[in-house]
C-alpha cells in the first residue's frame, strides 16, 4: 500500500477531546487517515512574524501531522482574503459577496508556493498526495514546478458553480488550468463534475476523451463524483456514550409534550440559516394550534468572524431570532431557541437522536454531513424526519428527505407541518431507506473509492502531460 500524504489548509488529528472539531472537512479527514499510516500536512492556524518553512511533526491518534506557521499577511491576504472572501462566497453562488482583489490573489499564490517547497522535501517515493478544497486549487502546479513527479489528487468539498458564475472570477482560466496538474480531480457530486466539464469544453477549449477524462491546456485528466460521507461505525458508537445519552435525554425532558427540531451548522451565510428563521416563523404565524407542540433549537457556533459578512448575517439572525421569540412566547413557553456554542460531537448526537425534526436549509452546500449525522442518530423503531434543501450536495443520496426550496419561507413551513403529522410507519420506511446508504456510503467507502482511482492513474505521467490525440 502506497503511503498517503493529505493536504488540507488546517489540519485536526484525531485527538478526541477538545473543541476543535467543528467542520466536516476535519472529521472526515481525521476518519480518512486512521486506517493509514499517513502523514497530514497543513498550516497550524498559528501565526509567526516571518515565514520561516519551519515544519513541526507529531504523531496524534495514529496519524502523523505536520505543521507550518504562516505569517499574519498571509492570514488576511489568502485565508480571510481569496479562500474565504473570493472563492467561498463566488462557488456558493454569492457573487454579490466575492470580493476581488488582486492582493489576494498575490497571498493565495504565494502560500501555496510556501507549502510546495516545505512539503516537497518530506514525499517519498510512490507517494500519493491528496489535496482538500480551495485553499490549495494551484497546490500540484507549484509542486509540479520543483519536479514532483508523484500522483497527486485534488478533492473540491464544496460546490463547483456554473460556468457562467464561474467566470465571473477574474482569472478563471488560470485557476482552472492549475487543476490540470493533477492526476485526479474529484467532486461532490455529479451536478458538480458535469459544471466543471461544461466550463473545460465552453471556456477552455477542452474535449472529453472518455467518461471521466477530460483534456486542455495539453494535459489530460480524470475526474469524478465521490459524495463524501460519515464515519458512520464511529458515530454508532458514539451514540451509545453515556454523554451521548445524557444529551438525549437532558433534551427530551426539555421537549415533554412537544417536538424539538434541530439544526446544526456552522454559522455562514451559504447555511440557509435566515431563511430557516423565516420558514420557521411562517410555520408559526400559519399553524397557531401547533405553536405549543414544537421548540425549535437552532445551534450555529461563529466562523470566520474576521469577514464582515459574517458579522452581518450574524447581527441579522440574533434581530430575527428575537423577533420571532418576541412574537410568539408566552410567559411560560418560547418557541425559539438559538445558540452560538460549539458543542463535542457526542453532546450532538445526543440533541439529534431527542429531535423529531432536522431541518437543514442550505442555499448552496457541497453536501452537507449535518443531514447524514441527524439520520445516522434517530431511533430506528421511532425516527424523526428530515428536511433537507435541494440545493445541498447531499440531496442527490437523500431522495426520501423531505426535499425542500429553502427560499420559500412557505415550503419550509409546509413541510414542518407534514413532518410533526407524519405518522411512524412512513417515517420508518423514509428513514430506513435513508439509513441504508448513509451507512453504506460512509466515508471509508469515499476514501476507498478516492484513493482507489488516484491508485488507477498510471504513476509520473500516465496521464499527464497528455499525448494529446491531434
Ligand atoms: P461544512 O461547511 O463545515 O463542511 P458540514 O458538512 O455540514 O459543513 O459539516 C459541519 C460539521 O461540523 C458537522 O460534522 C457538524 O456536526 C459539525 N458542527 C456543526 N456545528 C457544530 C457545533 N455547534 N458543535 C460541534 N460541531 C458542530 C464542508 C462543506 C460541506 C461538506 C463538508 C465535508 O461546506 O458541504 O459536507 O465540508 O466535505
Given at each position: 500500500?502506497?503511503?498517503?500524504?493529505?493536504?488540507?489548509?488546517?489540519?485536526?488529528?484525531?485527538?478526541?477531546?477538545?473543541?476543535?472539531?467543528?467542520?466536516?472537512?476535519?472529521?472526515?479527514?481525521?476518519?480518512?487517515?486512521?486506517?493509514?499510516?499517513?502523514?497530514?500536512?497543513?498550516?497550524?492556524?498559528?501565526?509567526?512574524?516571518?515565514?520561516?518553512?519551519?515544519?513541526?511533526?507529531?504523531?496524534?491518534?495514529?496519524?502523523?501531522?505536520?505543521?507550518?506557521?504562516?505569517?499574519?499577511?498571509?492570514?488576511?491576504?489568502?485565508?480571510?482574503?481569496?479562500?474565504?472572501?473570493?472563492?467561498?462566497?463566488?462557488?456558493?453562488?454569492?457573487?454579490?459577496?466575492?470580493?476581488?482583489?488582486?492582493?489576494?490573489?498575490?497571498?493565495?499564490?504565494?502560500?501555496?508556493?510556501?507549502?510546495?517547497?516545505?512539503?516537497?522535501?518530506?514525499?517519498?517515493?510512490?507517494?500519493?498526495?491528496?489535496?482538500?478544497?480551495?485553499?490549495?486549487?494551484?497546490?500540484?502546479?507549484?509542486?509540479?514546478?520543483?519536479?514532483?513527479?508523484?500522483?497527486?489528487?485534488?478533492?473540491?468539498?464544496?460546490?463547483?458553480?456554473?460556468?457562467?458564475?464561474?467566470?465571473?472570477?477574474?482569472?478563471?482560466?488560470?485557476?482552472?488550468?492549475?487543476?490540470?496538474?493533477?492526476?485526479?480531480?474529484?467532486?461532490?457530486?455529479?451536478?458538480?463534475?458535469?459544471?466543471?466539464?461544461?466550463?473545460?469544453?465552453?471556456?477552455?477549449?477542452?474535449?472529453?476523451?472518455?467518461?471521466?477524462?477530460?483534456?486542455?491546456?495539453?494535459?489530460?485528466?480524470?475526474?469524478?463524483?465521490?459524495?463524501?460521507?460519515?464515519?458512520?461505525?464511529?458515530?454508532?458508537?458514539?451514540?451509545?456514550?453515556?454523554?451521548?445519552?445524557?444529551?438525549?435525554?437532558?433534551?427530551?425532558?426539555?421537549?415533554?409534550?412537544?417536538?424539538?427540531?434541530?439544526?446544526?451548522?456552522?454559522?455562514?451565510?451559504?447555511?440557509?440559516?435566515?431563511?430557516?428563521?423565516?420558514g420557521?416563523?411562517r410555520f408559526?404565524?400559519d399553524n397557531?394550534?401547533?405553536?405549543?407542540?414544537?421548540?425549535?433549537?437552532?445551534?450555529?457556533?461563529?466562523?470566520?468572524?474576521?469577514?464582515?459578512?459574517?458579522?452581518?448575517?450574524?447581527?441579522?439572525?440574533?434581530?430575527?431570532?428575537?423577533?420571532?421569540?418576541?412574537?410568539?412566547?408566552?410567559?411560560?413557553?418560547?418557541?425559539?431557541?438559538?445558540?452560538?456554542?460549539?458543542?463535542?460531537?457526542?453532546?450532538?448526537?445526543?440533541?439529534?437522536?431527542?429531535?423529531?425534526?432536522?431541518?437543514?436549509?442550505?442555499?448552496?452546500?457541497?453536501?452537507?454531513?449535518?443531514?447524514?449525522?441527524?439520520?445516522?442518530?434517530?431511533?430506528?423503531?421511532?425516527?424523526?424526519?428530515?428536511i433537507?434543501?435541494?440545493?445541498?450536495?447531499?440531496?442527490?443520496?437523500?431522495?426520501?428527505?423531505l426535499?425542500i426550496?429553502?427560499?420559500s419561507p412557505e415550503e419550509i413551513a409546509d413541510a414542518l407541518k407534514r413532518a410533526?403529522a407524519?405518522?411512524?410507519?412512513?417515517?420508518?420506511?423514509?428513514?430506513?431507506?435513508?439509513?441504508?446508504?448513509?451507512?453504506?456510503?460512509?466515508?471509508?467507502?469515499?476514501?476507498?473509492?478516492?484513493?482507489?482511482?488516484?491508485?488507477?492513474?498510471?504513476?509520473?505521467?500516465?496521464?499527464?502531460?497528455?499525448?494529446?490525440?491531434?
Amino acid at each position: 500500500m502506497n503511503r498517503l500524504i493529505v493536504v488540507s489548509n488546517r489540519v485536526n488529528p484525531p485527538a478526541g477531546e477538545g473543541e476543535e472539531s467543528v467542520g466536516g472537512l476535519a472529521m472526515a479527514l481525521a476518519a480518512a487517515l486512521r486506517q493509514y499510516s499517513g502523514l497530514w500536512f497543513g498550516w497550524s492556524g498559528q501565526t509567526t512574524p516571518e515565514f520561516d518553512g519551519k515544519i513541526s511533526m507529531q504523531t496524534v491518534g495514529g496519524v502523523t501531522t505536520a505543521l507550518i506557521d504562516l505569517e499574519p499577511a498571509d492570514l488576511d491576504e489568502y485565508y480571510n482574503g481569496y479562500a474565504n472572501r473570493t472563492l467561498w462566497p463566488l462557488f456558493h453562488y454569492r457573487t454579490d459577496l466575492a470580493a476581488y482583489d488582486r492582493v489576494y490573489g498575490e497571498g493565495y499564490s504565494r502560500v501555496n508556493r510556501r507549502f510546495a517547497e516545505t512539503l516537497a522535501p518530506l514525499i517519498g517515493e510512490g507517494d500519493l498526495i491528496w489535496v482538500h478544497d480551495y485553499h490549495l486549487i494551484p497546490l500540484a502546479r507549484e509542486l509540479r514546478s520543483l519536479g514532483v513527479k508523484n500522483r497527486i489528487g485534488f478533492f473540491l468539498h464544496i460546490p463547483w458553480p456554473a460556468h457562467q458564475v464561474f467566470t465571473t472570477l477574474p482569472g478563471h482560466g488560470r485557476l482552472v488550468e492549475a487543476m490540470f496538474d493533477y492526476d485526479l480531480v474529484g467532486f461532490q457530486t455529479a451536478e458538480y463534475r458535469q459544471a466543471f466539464e461544461e466550463y473545460v469544453l465552453a471556456e477552455a477549449g477542452g474535449a472529453e476523451l472518455q467518461p471521466g477524462v477530460l483534456t486542455a491546456f495539453g494535459r489530460t485528466l480524470k475526474v469524478g463524483a465521490f459524495p463524501i460521507g460519515l464515519d458512520a461505525a464511529d458515530f454508532a458508537r458514539m451514540l451509545k456514550t453515556p454523554r451521548a445519552r445524557r444529551m438525549r435525554d437532558v433534551m427530551t425532558a426539555a421537549t415533554v409534550f412537544r417536538h424539538l427540531v434541530v439544526g446544526v451548522d456552522r454559522l455562514d451565510y451559504s447555511k440557509g440559516l435566515e431563511e430557516r428563521f423565516l420558514g420557521f416563523e411562517r410555520f408559526l404565524a400559519d399553524n397557531p394550534d401547533l405553536r405549543r407542540e414544537v421548540l425549535m433549537l437552532q445551534i450555529a457556533p461563529v466562523s470566520r468572524e474576521s469577514v464582515d459578512a459574517y458579522q452581518e448575517i450574524r447581527g441579522r439572525l440574533d434581530a430575527l431570532s428575537g423577533r420571532i421569540n418576541g412574537e410568539y412566547s408566552d410567559v411560560d413557553w418560547n418557541p425559539f431557541r438559538y445558540v452560538n456554542r460549539t458543542y463535542r460531537r457526542d453532546e450532538l448526537a445526543g440533541v439529534y437522536a431527542a429531535a423529531r425534526v432536522g431541518l437543514v436549509t442550505p442555499l448552496r452546500d457541497g453536501m452537507n454531513l449535518v443531514a447524514k449525522e441527524f439520520v445516522a442518530a434517530q431511533d430506528p423503531d421511532d425516527p424523526g424526519v428530515l428536511i433537507l434543501s435541494r440545493f445541498a450536495g447531499a440531496a442527490r443520496q437523500m431522495e426520501e428527505a423531505l426535499l425542500i426550496n429553502p427560499n420559500s419561507p412557505e415550503e419550509i413551513a409546509d413541510a414542518l407541518k407534514r413532518a410533526i403529522a407524519m405518522d411512524r410507519p412512513e417515517r420508518v420506511r423514509r428513514w430506513k431507506a435513508l439509513f441504508e446508504k448513509v451507512e453504506k456510503e460512509d466515508v471509508t467507502a469515499w476514501r476507498d473509492a478516492f484513493v482507489g482511482a488516484l491508485e488507477g492513474v498510471m504513476e509520473s505521467g500516465g496521464t499527464r502531460p497528455a499525448a494529446l490525440a491531434s
